[in-house]
T-cell receptor, first 117, second 115 residues
């Protein structure tokens, strides 16, 4: 099992450019998440998808859009990148958002380091 | 609303010394609590978790944590630090919020192990 994979690993964008971060999991998980990590701020939830076909805003959704393409894949799009979006982005997945507590454990990808100049 | 407070953004210990990383939480419902570890340039990995049952939970690499409801704490300990323990550690609380299981992360504690 590869677990959670993310592409690309690194990206530099100019202000106003767009890009899509890709995430895929092979654990048959129902729920997927996008976080950003900034120094001293921990992880902040951007969007999540509780199950295939649904997406919802998290704590910091402005400037982002997501697509749950199928059960395996959850992409994050920056339509018009801004320097404030310079961050490390992590995708995560879990078995579910309800039911047994063991389903709440999240598995993380290796991250995408994005710089917007 | 739920929240997590990690006391100390940086902690330094000598190799072989006790590791103690502090975490306090607030939650309106019985919480599920987690510690994750992040090594440089990697994603987060689960170290241990408390859901129900025994309040002292053991995790990987010799770490353990104790859930203390009266103190709303979930501190992480390891009796003897190893150089390989140098990493950033995140405490997290999970609880139902608006129909989904929301996970809130602390701001992290960087552990430095001095030889």
């Amino acid at each position: 099992n590869a677990g959670v994979t993310q592409t690309p690993k690194f990206q530099v964008l100019k202000t106003g450019q767009s890009m899509t971060l890709q995430c895929a999991q092979d654990m048959n998980h129902n729920s997927m998440y996008w976080y950003r990590q900034d120094p001293g701020m921990g992880l902040r939830l951007i969007y999540y998808s509780a199950s295939e076909g649904t997406t919802d805003k998290g704590e910091v959704p402005n400037g982002y859009n997501v697509s749950r393409l199928n059960k395996r894949e959850f992409s994050l799009r920056l339509e018009s990148a801004a320097p404030s979006q310079t961050s490390v982005y992590f995708c995560a997945s879990s078995t579910g958002t309800s039911g047994r507590p063991s389903s709440y454990e999240q598995y993380f990808g290796p991250g995408t380091r994005l710089t917007v100049t | 609303a739920q929240s997590v407070t990690q006391l100390g953004s940086h902690v330094s210990v000598s190799e072989g010394a006790l590791v103690l990383l502090r975490c306090n939480y607030s939650s309106s419902v019985p919480p599920y609590l987690f510690w994750y570890v992040q090594y440089p340039n990697q994603g987060l990995q689960l170290l241990l978790k408390y859901t129900t049952g025994a309040t002292l939970v053991k995790g990987i690499n010799g770490f353990e944590a104790e859930f203390k409801k009266s103190e709303t704490s979930f501190h992480l300990t390891k009796p003897s630090a190893h150089m390989s323990d140098a990493a950033e550690y995140f405490c997290a609380v999970s609880g139902k919020s608006g129909g989904y299981q929301k996970v809130t992360f602390g701001t992290g504690t960087k552990l430095q192990v001095i030889p």
